[in-house]
Nanobody, 119 residues
């Protein structure tokens, strides 16, 4: 069993910054990659950023240059540093971990953390 717990959301003015954390616990072996998604009201959940166990990263075009994903493997935690926030970044942010072992793939999700950016 894997647990992912996000934290760090909140209310911030446009142009501000927030740092989200996703702490993993439980049977976390072979959990890679880790990713951040977000879901705005009335919209589908969308992918934001991903990081592999080797440290490779990739970002959605909408956040490239403003958001940075990183990880602290010793603490089993993934971060999302969000700078130059815009009102359209308002959403519930979720982290997701994937395990692919023996041809089977399982995705694990956190409960989400609310980010609200005021104009």
């Amino acid at each position: 069993h894997v647990q992912l717990v996000e934290s760090g959301g909140g209310l911030v003015q446009a142009g501000g910054s927030l740092r989200l954390s996703c702490a993993a616990s439980g049977s976390i072996f072979s959990i890679t990659p880790m990713a951040w998604y977000r879901q705005a009201p009335g919209k589908q959940r969308e992918w934001v950023a991903v990081i592999t166990s080797g440290g490779s990263t990739n970002y959605a075009d909408s956040v490239k240059g403003r958001f940075t994903i990183s990880s602290d493997n010793a603490k089993n935690t993934v971060f999302l540093q969000m700078n130059s926030l815009k009102p359209e970044d308002t959403a519930v942010y979720y982290c997701k971990g994937r395990r692919s072992v023996g041809g089977y793939t399982s995705d694990y999700w956190g409960q989400g953390t609310q980010v609200t950016v005021s104009s």
